[in-house]
């Protein structure tokens, strides 16, 4: 087996751990988040992504500088659409952590309405913080395993 395929998979095991944990010591809904839980988040939120982003570049299907081409694969994979909606929106959300102060801004929302078709996004205007509930990582951990699975296989 690859190596790297091997190395990724790993690691979101261990992020999928650390996002049971994450949701195992959150407060009760509607409660205030403790700053190092919405820090882990985040953190774990970007980790996905990234992992997704250095199979596809060790897999030479996208080069160092071109990340938007990981929504046309995601489009490109065999993910039910709702499934594809979920990972492009991941990996907005990771854009506007990592290069926006963690907020939603005008391309954020342009991006959204450009590539997202069948999720239905709620609570996104500009300025808000951008964040997703931690209760839906171990669904994009499995979503970004089954396309890294599919792109192994292809």
């Not at 882990?40 to 939120?45: D, L, R, T």
């Not at 490109?76 to 492009?88: A, Y």
């Amino acid at each position: 087996m690859d190596d790297v395929y091997e190395w990724v998979k790993s690691d979101l095991e261990t992020l999928k751990n650390w996002s049971k944990n994450l949701i195992n010591k959150l407060p009760p809904a509607g409660s205030m988040i403790a700053d190092e839980l919405y820090l882990q988040n985040n953190a774990i939120q970007i980790e996905i992504i990234s992992q997704l982003e250095y199979f596809l570049k060790a897999k030479k299907k996208i080069g160092s500088r071109e990340q938007f081409k990981i929504i046309d694969i995601i489009k490109n994979s065999s993910l039910q659409d709702i499934e594809k909606d979920h990972l492009i929106f991941l990996f907005l959300v990771r854009h506007t952590i990592c290069h926006n102060g963690g907020h939603y801004d005008k391309k954020f929302i342009d991006d959204c309405v450009n590539h997202i078709n069948k999720l239905k996004i709620e609570n996104v205007k500009e300025g808000l913080l951008s964040p997703l509930p931690p209760d839906n990582l171990p669904m994009y951990i499995n979503l970004v395993k089954k396309l890294i699975d599919e792109i192994n296989k292809g």
